[in-house]
């Protein structure tokens, strides 16, 4: 028996430390709509309906509510950070950084969790961070899809906070 309880416990202590403080918190009961990023919330879940997002935010008995992803771009709480750098970067900014809006839109249609925080510049490397470790992930090799360079993905411990390096 005493096994059995250092198992759980260990188990319990590793789910703690590694979920998403966000995904928790409380959920609306019926529908509702994030009024920054206009994704709506139904059926227990946030998803993007720009139609539907018009109608609740018109609607009086419909609970206007930052949606998780707003939440944790306007805290600053980010678990991706994609490095971006080289000369190839330099003189192609605008069809980069095009591409990786496409990608974030993409990403947003399957869960508007993930989104672009801050976008930060130190002259050699621009860094993206995001809220979500996915998204850093699939931009990095959205990047390296369309123009090959050298791509890495780095895990913090417990694997919930990625670092993405991609340099051309
Ligand atoms: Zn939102």
Redesign the pocket.
Same mark, same amino acid.
């Given at each position: 028996m005493a096994k059995k309880g250092d198992k759980w416990l260990k188990h319990t202590w590793e789910f703690e430390t590694t979920e998403d403080p966000y995904a928790m918190k409380e959920a609306p009961a019926g529908e509702a709509v *994030?009024p920054? *990023?206009k994704?709506v919330f139904k059926d227990k879940r946030w998803f993007m309906d720009e139609e539907l997002a018009e109608e609740l935010l018109e609607a009086e008995n419909v609970p206007k509510l930052? *949606?998780p992803? *707003?939440r944790k771009a306007l805290e600053s709480y980010a678990m991706g950070y994609l490095y971006i750098s080289g000369e190839f970067w330099k003189t192609h900014r605008d069809d980069i950084m095009r591409l990786i809006n496409n990608e974030v839109e993409k990403a947003r249609g399957l869960n508007?969790l993930h989104q672009i925080i801050n976008i930060v510049d130190d002259g050699e490397t621009t860094i993206i961070e995001t809220t979500t470790d996915h998204l850093a992930q699939r931009l990095g090799r959205a990047l390296y899809r369309a123009y090959k360079g050298d791509l890495e993905f780095r895990w913090s411990k417990g694997d919930k906070l990625v670092r993405v390096y991609w340099k051309r």
């Open positions: *994030c920054r *990023c994704s930052l *949606c992803g *707003c508007p």
